[in-house]
């Protein structure tokens, strides 16, 4: 054995801070506080509450003209495809502006608020109590339904590393979703 050990004596261990456990308890309760904010935060909203974030359509005396709101959509469209085209926009950013501008013909012929919503919440919102049966440009289930495929579409070409569609492809989907929409 060691003989420097041998003749000194054990020291007691040293006592800590009466504010640890305190601190421990503070910490874990900030993760629970952090945990449940995440969870409730990134749950899926139930339909009531989609129908009550959502506008309803225009009244029928303040609908848009649907024609000439279809002619500006169609001009944003085909000067997106130009862009691509031309080199001055990259294909990511064609397919993320087709997508915003067929949210936004939605919101502006309808007034339900695509732009806002997720692709399940568009699929759904033609089927949704938002939708007044009186109004003048109420968009059937199937034009919803064709514009949340077309939106789907686009999600490749927008967030993938490598786009599957080309831009010309894309302008197409986005011009007869907004062509067939009455």
Same mark, same amino acid.
């Given at each position: 054995?060691?003989? !420097? #050990? =041998?003749?000194?004596?054990?020291?007691?261990? $040293? @006592?800590?801070? *009466?504010?640890?456990?305190? %601190?421990?308890? /503070?910490?874990?309760?900030?993760?629970?506080?952090?945990?449940?904010?995440?969870?409730?935060?990134?749950?899926?909203?139930?339909?009531?509450?989609?129908?009550?974030?959502?506008?309803?359509?225009?009244?029928?005396?303040?609908?848009? !003209? #649907? =024609?000439?709101?279809?002619?500006?959509?169609? $001009? @944003?469209?085909? *000067?997106?495809?130009?862009? %691509?085209?031309? /080199?001055?926009?990259?294909?990511?950013?064609?397919?993320?502006?087709?997508?915003?501008?067929?949210?936004?013909?939605?919101?502006?012929?309808?007034?339900?608020?695509?732009?806002?919503?997720?692709?399940?919440?568009?699929?759904?919102?033609?089927?949704?109590?938002?939708?007044?049966?009186?109004?003048?440009?109420?968009?059937?289930?199937?034009?919803?339904?064709?514009?949340?495929?077309?939106?789907?579409?686009?999600?490749?070409?927008?967030?993938?590393?490598?786009?599957?569609?080309?831009?010309?492809?894309?302008?197409?989907?986005?011009?007869?979703?907004?062509?067939?929409?009455?």
């Amino acid at each position: 054995m060691n003989s !420097d #050990l =041998a003749g000194a004596g054990f020291l007691a261990p $040293l @006592q800590y801070s *009466a504010w640890f456990p305190w %601190a421990g308890l /503070g910490l874990l309760a900030l993760v629970a506080a952090w945990y449940t904010c995440v969870l409730l935060g990134t749950r899926p909203r139930p339909a009531a509450r989609i129908a009550a974030q959502t506008p309803a359509a225009p009244a029928a005396g303040s609908a848009p !003209d #649907l =024609a000439r709101l279809r002619d500006e959509y169609l $001009l @944003q469209i085909d *000067a997106v495809d130009r862009e %691509a085209a031309a /080199g001055t926009r990259s294909v990511r950013s064609a397919h993320q502006e087709l997508s915003l501008l067929i949210r936004s013909f939605i919101r502006d012929a309808s007034g339900v608020d695509a732009p806002r919503m997720t692709l399940a919440e568009l699929r759904v919102a033609g089927q949704g109590p938002h939708r007044q049966p009186g109004a003048e440009h109420v968009p059937s289930e199937r034009q919803f339904r064709a514009a949340a495929d077309a939106v789907a579409g686009l999600y490749q070409g927008a967030f993938a590393a490598a786009p599957a569609s080309a831009v010309p492809d894309a302008a197409r989907a986005a011009r007869e979703v907004v062509r067939s929409w009455n």
